[in-house]
Structure formats: structure tokens, C-alpha cells
């Protein structure tokens, strides 16, 4: 297995990589890992006569590896510049666009990675404010229009004025990830799992409901109200996996 580990931080010793080795540090003996700290690397847009070596060069390392790992700091409640850079300039090479603009997955597609980021505030401030949530979905929204399968998320908090890990067990926790994350399924398999989850929530909130409405008005649960309890569950189950479907897949358009 191969991994190709993105540090986009200010520095190659910082939080964030300690961070990013601790999760390295849970690879196989046997991983093939190598880590990109994107301040060294001249990244620029490619020109139409000119393509950028350097992005050359990223791409192909990109597409050698199985299991991509993105570690940034959170700055002003998003991805780092250096990191954001980097996927805007290989935007055109990660996805392909059609005739009317929708945005198709690319070579990537079905590779696996693992997101990280690290903040200023402790666990509990960031758990009532969200400041990383922008971070993870700034991520999650070019990993998946690239086709990527994304595989967890890790956040170092506290990082204010701190020289060390501020809780050590953070550190095992992102070990345990890169344990997790050398054993991942070869493919994405859950997507019929979690139509069939959806299905079942739909059975039985429906049944709940209409249960209630029928010993607050009286009705009678005949075979009559059992045709129309499952007429309602596959016709609502329809109709959402269809917006579900449209809203997820299909509705990449620039405007």
C-alpha cells in the first residue's frame, strides 16, 4: 500500500505534523509513505502552453498512492491557503467537466483519504462552535467531486501556545487511525447499506406516526390501513432516493 500525505501548515515541525507522524506512525512497517510539506513546492496554475512541472510531479505521486492524507491547520475557520492552493491549481486534473458544466470524477476516482486539521480552541469550544467544520467540508467537497472515498476525520485542538501536543492522547488516537486506515474495505460498499438503513428509519417513523394518529382519531388497523402504510413507506422511500440521488450525484452545474 501506498500513502501520499499532504502537510499544508507554516511548518514541516509543527502541531500539525506531529500530528500527521502520529497517524503515519500507526502505517504497516512494510507502507510505502512519503509526505509533501506544500511550502516547498512552486505552486502555480498550469499554463496552456506550459503545464507546471511541479503539478506534473504531484499528480503522479498522486496517482500512484492508494490512500491520500490531507493534514492542515484551520486558519480563519478554513483550509490553509497553501493546501486550498494546491487543489485549485490541480482542479482540472482531479475532475473532468462535461458540455454542460457538471463536474465528473477524474483518474482519482475510488481512492481512499483521510482528513486532519488542528485549531486554536479546546475540544469543547470547537465542539459547540464548529470552527473546523469548514475546514472538513472544504475537503470533503473536493475529495468527493473527485471520486475519493473518504474514510474519517481527525482534529488536534488547543493548539494555542502550545509547544507540545497539548493531550497526548490525541496522539493515539490519530496512531490508531493509520492502523484503521491500512486495513480500509477495497471499495466503498456502503452505499446500498445506507439505502437500506434510510428504508428501515422510513418504515418505522412512518409506522410510529401513523400508530399515533390512529389512537388519537380512532382509527382501525385493519387491512385497509396496512395497504396504505405500505403504499406511503415506498412511495415516500422513492421520491427521496430520487431528490437524494439528484441533490448528490447529479447536481454539480456552475450557475
Not at 502537510?7 to 512497517?29: C, E, F, M, R, W
Not at 492522547?169 to 447499506?193: F, H, M, V, Y
Request: aromatic fraction near 12%; charge should be positive.
Amino acid at each position: 500500500m501506498r500513502y501520499l500525505a499532504f502537510l499544508g501548515s507554516q511548518s514541516k515541525d509543527g502541531l500539525t505534523a506531529k500530528y500527521l507522524n502520529a497517524v503515519i506512525s500507526g502505517l504497516p512497517k512494510d507502507a510505502e509513505v512519503e509526505t509533501l510539506f506544500l511550502q516547498d513546492y512552486d505552486i502555480k496554475p498550469d499554463n496552456l502552453k506550459h503545464p507546471n512541472p511541479t503539478l506534473d510531479m504531484i499528480e503522479k505521486k498522486m496517482e500512484a498512492a492508494d490512500v491520500w492524507i490531507i493534514a492542515s491547520p484551520t486558519y480563519f475557520a478554513d483550509l490553509s491557503g497553501v493546501t486550498k492552493n494546491l487543489f485549485d491549481c490541480m482542479r482540472h486534473r482531479m475532475v473532468k467537466m462535461n458540455s454542460i458544466g457538471d463536474t465528473l470524477p477524474g483518474k482519482f476516482k475510488n481512492k481512499h483519504y483521510l482528513s486532519l486539521t488542528t485549531c486554536f480552541l479546546s475540544s469543547f469550544q470547537n465542539f459547540f462552535t464548529g470552527i473546523t467544520d469548514q475546514t472538513f467540508r472544504t475537503i470533503d467537497k473536493i475529495m468527493t467531486s473527485a471520486g475519493l472515498i473518504k474514510l474519517g476525520e481527525v482534529i488536534g485542538t488547543h493548539t494555542w501556545g502550545s509547544k507540545g501536543i497539548p493531550n497526548p492522547k490525541k496522539l493515539e488516537l490519530c496512531k490508531r487511525w493509520g492502523q484503521k486506515i491500512a486495513n480500509k474495505p477495497r471499495k466503498d460498499d456502503s452505499t446500498l447499506k445506507r439505502y437500506i438503513e434510510l428504508f428501515g428509519m422510513i418504515a418505522v417513523m412512518s409506522l410510529v406516526t401513523m400508530v399515533i394518529e390512529g389512537l388519537v382519531f380512532g382509527l382501525k388497523f385493519n387491512g385497509e390501513f396496512w395497504l396504505f402504510y405500505v403504499a406511503f413507506v415506498v412511495i415516500f422511500y422513492v421520491l427521496l432516493a430520487i431528490l437524494l440521488h439528484f441533490f448528490t450525484f447529479l447536481r454539480h452545474r456552475r450557475r
